[in-house]
C-alpha cells in the first residue's frame, strides 16, 4: 500500500524566511496531493492541493510542487509570518473523485519566531 | 469554502458511558465520510470509512461495535463511542469528501473526548 514520508518533523525559522517541507510517496498511482495545517486542538485545514497532471501550484505566499518520476512534492512557505506555526501535514491518495483514503506524513510542527 | 461543523468540541464523560458526536457538511454534499482519531502530537489515524446509506468500512483493530458510524444522510454522519473507557480519550475528526468537488477532503474543527 501507499506510504507517505514526512521530513522535517520540526522546522524553525525566522520571521521572513521561507520554509520547505518535503514528501515522498511510494505507490506511483497516487494522483493527489494535498497539504493541511493543524493548529493547536483543530481539525487540520485544507491550505493547498496539487493533482497529478500539475507541477506546481501557487496561493500567495504558498506553492506546492510535484515531481512525479521521483515521487516527491514539497510545501513551500514564502515570507513566514508567526501565525504561520503550525503543524503541517502532507498526504496522498491514489484514487479519483472521492474514493480512497488519504494517506497522511507524520507531520512537521513549524515555527516561526518573530 | 467548506464549511463542516463537529458537536461537541469537548466531551468529559464517566467510564462506561455511550458518547455521540455530530459531523455536519453546511454548504457541500459529502458522498464519502472518515473519521479519524489522533493521539497527542501524532498524526491522523483513520478509523472508519463510511458512504451515504452504506454500512461503514472499519480500519484494522478498531472495533465495529464501540465506534458505531451513521452516515445518515448526505450533509449528516454520527460517530457513538460506546461503553467509553479511559483508553478511548482522543482527539476524534470528522473527514467529508465533496463528491462534486473532483474529491476534495475537508476536515472539522474535531472533538476532544475524555473519559474519567
Known amino acids: 500500500g501507499e506510504n507517505v514520508e514526512q521530513h522535517p518533523s520540526t522546522l524553525s525559522v525566522q520571521e521572513g524566511d521561507s520554509a520547505v517541507i518535503k514528501c515522498t510517496y511510494s505507490?506511483?498511482?497516487?494522483?493527489?496531493f494535498p497539504w493541511y495545517k493543524q493548529e493547536l486542538g483543530k481539525g487540520p485545514q485544507l491550505i493547498i492541493d496539487?493533482?497529478?497532471?500539475?507541477g506546481e501550484k501557487k496561493d500567495q505566499r504558498i506553492a506546492v510542487t510535484l515531481n512525479k518520476t521521483a515521487k516527491h512534492f514539497s510545501l513551500h512557505i514564502t515570507e513566514t509570518q508567526p501565525e504561520d506555526s503550525a503543524v503541517y501535514f502532507c498526504a496522498a491518495r491514489r484514487y479519483g473523485g472521492s474514493q480512497g483514503n488519504l494517506i497522511f506524513g507524520k507531520g512537521t510542527k513549524l515555527s516561526v519566531k518573530p | 469554502g467548506a464549511v463542516v461543523s463537529q458537536h461537541p468540541s469537548r466531551v468529559i464523560c464517566k467510564s462506561g458511558t455511550s458518547v455521540k458526536i455530530e459531523c455536519r457538511s453546511l454548504d457541500f454534499q459529502a458522498t464519502t465520510m472518515f473519521w479519524y482519531r489522533q493521539f497527542p502530537k501524532q498524526s491522523l489515524m483513520l478509523m472508519a470509512t463510511?458512504?451515504?446509506?452504506?454500512?461503514?468500512?472499519?480500519e484494522q483493530g478498531v472495533e465495529k461495535d464501540k465506534f458505531l458510524i451513521n452516515h445518515a444522510s448526505l450533509t449528516l454522519s454520527t460517530l457513538t463511542v460506546t461503553s467509553a473507557h479511559p483508553e478511548d480519550s482522543s482527539f476524534y475528526i470528522c473527514s467529508p469528501v465533496a463528491g462534486g468537488d473532483a474529491g476534495t477532503q475537508y476536515f472539522g474543527p474535531g472533538t476532544r473526548l475524555t473519559v474519567l
Open positions: 496539487i493533482r497529478s497532471n500539475v
Open positions: 505507490d506511483s498511482a497516487s494522483n493527489y
Open positions: 463510511s458512504n451515504e446509506g452504506s454500512k461503514a468500512t472499519y
